[in-house]
């Protein structure tokens, strides 16, 4: 059973840059998910990453803004997000699985789930 937790949300300002960690307890290879909830929306995968770190994807409308890395040492996976605009305010999770699709992370691909972290930026 894995447990993962998130942590580094906050208020930021539009143009301004979060980081995001994922710390994860339990044992394991695993891809990592980020995925996204704002207010009145569907959940919505943001960035994945495979147990290597040698894979990543995103979705287009973070490309370029934001980058996802992991440190296999400390259990632990990063979401760098820069350039921040108001329509990235939601709530952020971080999930795990073992399917690696190339695309965009998938709800259903995701077995753990952490309890998410708000991110909130501020026009």
């Known amino acids: 059973q894995l447990q993962l937790v998130e942590s580094g949300g906050g208020l930021v300002q539009a143009g301004g840059s979060l980081l995001l960690s994922c710390q994860i307890s339990g044992s394991g290879y695993y891809t990592i998910g980020w995925f996204r909830q704002a207010p009145g929306k569907a959940r919505e995968g943001v960035s994945c990453i495979v147990s290597s770190g040698t894979s990543t994807a995103y979705a287009d409308s973070v490309k370029g803004r934001f980058t996802i890395s992991r440190d296999n040492v400390k259990n632990t996976v990063y979401l760098q997000m820069s350039s921040l605009k108001p329509d990235d305010t939601a709530v952020y999770y971080c999930?795990?699985?073992?399917?690696?699709?190339?695309?965009?992370?998938?709800?259903?691909?995701?077995?753990?789930w952490g309890q998410g972290i708000q991110v909130v930026v501020s026009s």
């Open positions: 999930a795990a699985g073992t399917f690696f699709s190339g695309g965009p992370p998938a709800i259903d691909e995701y077995d753990y």
